[in-house]
Each structure stands twice: as structure tokens, then as C-alpha cells.
């Protein structure tokens, strides 16, 4: 079992900056992506951003230009800094990785979450 267990979450005012923290552990051999998804009360969990093994980052176009993915593959650890906050940017951040065991079995673990809310 993988585990991921992010922190960073909190309320910040219109315009502030906040830097989220995930930590894979358990039975890791590789993590081929790490990356970040939000929902909001009512909505669909939907893609924020993603590091890829190769280097590769993709963004919603939501936060482009605002949000930067980093990933430290010898702590397991993917961050998320967001800058310029926004009220719609408040919602319920979760991590999400995919990889192979030590054993060679896929794996596909989310977070529990880490609830954002930008508010004045």
C-alpha cells in the first residue's frame, strides 16, 4: 500500500500566496506521475497539476501562469506553491500519485485532502 499525506492547507486573503506539501510512503519502487486535484462543494474533482518522472508539467489552464508543481523524487514529495489567490481557487486540494510497488504491482493512491480557502 501507498500512502500520501498532504499539509500546507489553510485560509489565505485574495491575492496571497500558499505552498502545499505531499508525502508518498509504503512499498514504493517508482512513482511514474505525482500531481494535484481540487473539488469544490458541488463540483467535480478536477486536474490542477502534474509532474511527470520525465520532467514533464502540465497545468489547468486555470492556474497557469500562478501555480507551480515541484516534485523531490528522493523524499517522494510533490508541492504545489500557488501565488496570486483567488476566491474560486477555494476548494478541497488532493494529492494524487501513480507508480509500482517493490513487488511490481501498480498503484494508483489519492490523499485524503487538504481543504484551501481564499477568502477576504
Known amino acids: 500500500q501507498v500512502q500520501l499525506v498532504e499539509s500546507g492547507g489553510g485560509l489565505v486573503q485574495p491575492g496571497g500566496s500558499l505552498r502545499l506539501s505531499c508525502a508518498a510512503s509504503g512499498n514504493i519502487f517508482n512513482i511514474n506521475v505525482m500531481g494535484w486535484y481540487r473539488q469544490a462543494p458541488g463540483k467535480e474533482r478536477r486536474l490542477v497539476a502534474t509532474?511527470?518522472?520525465?520532467?514533464?508539467?502540465d497545468y489547468a489552464d486555470a492556474v497557469k501562469g500562478r501555480f507551480i508543481i515541484s516534485r523531490n523524487d528522493a523524499r517522494n514529495t510533490v508541492y504545489l506553491q500557488m501565488n496570486g489567490l483567488r476566491p474560486e481557487d477555494t476548494a478541497v486540494y488532493h494529492c494524487?500519485?501513480?507508480?509500482?510497488?517493490?513487488?511490481?504491482?501498480?498503484?494508483?493512491?489519492w490523499g485524503q485532502g487538504t481543504q484551501v480557502t481564499v477568502s477576504s
Open positions: 509532474f511527470a518522472s520525465d520532467g514533464s508539467t
Open positions: 494524487h500519485a501513480r507508480g509500482n510497488t517493490e513487488t511490481w504491482k501498480h498503484f494508483n493512491s
